[in-house]
């Protein structure tokens, strides 16, 4: 494989365990970051590390501190931290064995492809992979990695497996809060049919590839734009304005009772056209 190894250890099942390499499934390669730029020198801007009523400090007279009051922090050398760190063990043991059901989406972070790391190991992990598949199950265990220690999911992905670190409980808001004040009334059945029915006409297998990051694509052709530009000028395009704008959707009923007729109006249109083609 040509991406870098995330990871490499075994995955222990009790007595059994299995050499694996774990790969990240994700990139952030097409994000755009911007610097900034001093406008006159067309130079990079720096910061320096300054204390207020001091002024500019080295790095060596900087430590680590965590507040626990205004102005009051509790002051921490690198040996420290570095002496509480967990240790990198190369097991990942697993301890539990869930539904994916069970596991909320709010927990799941960041997804890993998990491969074994040679031909020996392929026997042990085929029959991991289709027992979890066939028992409807996800593993869970604690991934210890660059001093730190992550909560892990793991199920069977095509030939492979996919891991997915999990938030631990006191990073996941409650959001029972947010939704105190919602009605808790029951919508009428005839709003509630003219929805559903537009979900169905809109339904269709998820492919990730029929959606783009509308954002970007604008920020690449304006700086490829400004990039061949000799003037040095702003260059601002007007974009459409969203369908919508205007004023507030005030009868409910009536606009989705036009947002399923506007789908089933090109059938009838072409339905006429057919029978006028036959007529001729």
């Avoid at 507040?67 to 050398?77: F, I, M, P, S």
């Avoid at 069970?102 to 972070?109: R, W």
């Avoid at 999911?153 to 997915?164: D, F």
């Avoid at 009334?185 to 169905?200: F, H, N, Q, R, V």
């Amino acid at each position: 494989m040509a991406a870098r190894a995330y990871w490499q250890g075994q995955i222990r099942l009790a007595l059994v365990s299995i050499p694996v390499e774990i790969y990240p499934a994700s990139k952030s390669g097409a994000k755009i970051r911007f610097n900034q730029i001093h406008e006159p020198s067309g130079k990079r801007v720096h910061y320096e590390k300054v204390v207020p009523g001091v002024g500019p400090v080295d790095r060596d007279e900087i430590i680590k501190g965590y507040q626990v009051a205004k102005d009051e922090y509790v002051l921490l050398e690198d040996e420290e931290i570095e002496a509480v760190k967990i240790e990198s063990r190369k097991t990942l043991e697993l301890v539990q064995f869930v539904d994916a059901c069970e596991i909320d989406p709010l927990y799941f972070e960041k997804p890993y492809y998990v491969a074994p790391k040679d031909d020996l190991a392929e026997e042990a992990f085929i029959v991991l992979r289709e027992a979890l598949r066939q028992t409807g199950k996800v593993a869970l265990g604690q991934l210890s990695v660059r001093g730190s220690e992550k909560l892990v999911a793991i199920k069977p992905c095509g030939k492979g497996l996919l891991l997915e670190t999990l938030r631990y409980a006191d990073e996941v808001r409650k959001g029972q809060a947010f939704f105190a004040e919602i009605d808790d009334g029951k919508p009428k059945k005839e709003l509630l049919d003219l929805a559903k029915t537009l979900i169905d006409q809109k339904s269709a297998p998820f492919d990730a590839s029929n959606y783009e990051d509308r954002y970007v694509d604008a920020l690449r052709k304006l700086i490829d734009k400004k990039a061949k530009s000799k003037s040095g000028k702003a260059i601002i395009e007007d974009t459409d304005k969203g369908e919508g704008e205007g004023g507030n959707v005030i009868d409910l009923m009536a606009a989705l009772k036009k947002s399923v007729g506007e789908k089933k109006a090109p059938a009838k249109s072409r339905s006429k056209a057919s029978a006028r083609k036959k007529t001729a």
